[in-house]
């Protein structure tokens, strides 16, 4: 899995700029969760702050019931205008997605 925010003032590129994933043991069924921190610097928050956008981006690799390998992708934009859920979908393409690898 790669969870990780990118902060910039320009919008999304067309390829997911995902950090490295790495290895995460957790073993899933129907109806569990499974929860990652993210940790932001002063520096990222004061940048923030000024206007930057700032995207929460991931993504986890896992294999279902059958053997088969997906990547399902995460892109969240923060928005503090937004009062029931600050971080909202990117709707750019390929950053929410499910892919068979």
Do not use: C, W
């Not at 073993?27 to 702050?49: H, K, M, P, R, Y």
Request: charged fraction near 20%; avoid cysteine; glycine fraction near 8%.
């Amino acid at each position: 899995m790669s969870l990780t925010l990118l902060i910039s003032s320009t919008p999304l590129p067309a390829k997911p700029p995902y950090a490295p994933g790495g290895p995460v043991a957790a073993f899933l069924v129907a109806g569990d969760e499974f929860f990652q921190n993210l940790t932001i610097t002063a520096s990222e928050f004061a940048q923030i702050q000024a206007g930057a956008l700032a995207y929460v981006l991931g993504y986890v690799d896992y294999r279902d019931q059958f053997g088969q390998r997906h990547r399902s992708g995460y892109a969240r934009r923060f928005d503090a205008r937004s009062p029931e859920n600050n971080l909202v979908f990117a709707t750019e393409a390929g950053y929410n997605d499910e892919k068979s690898v």
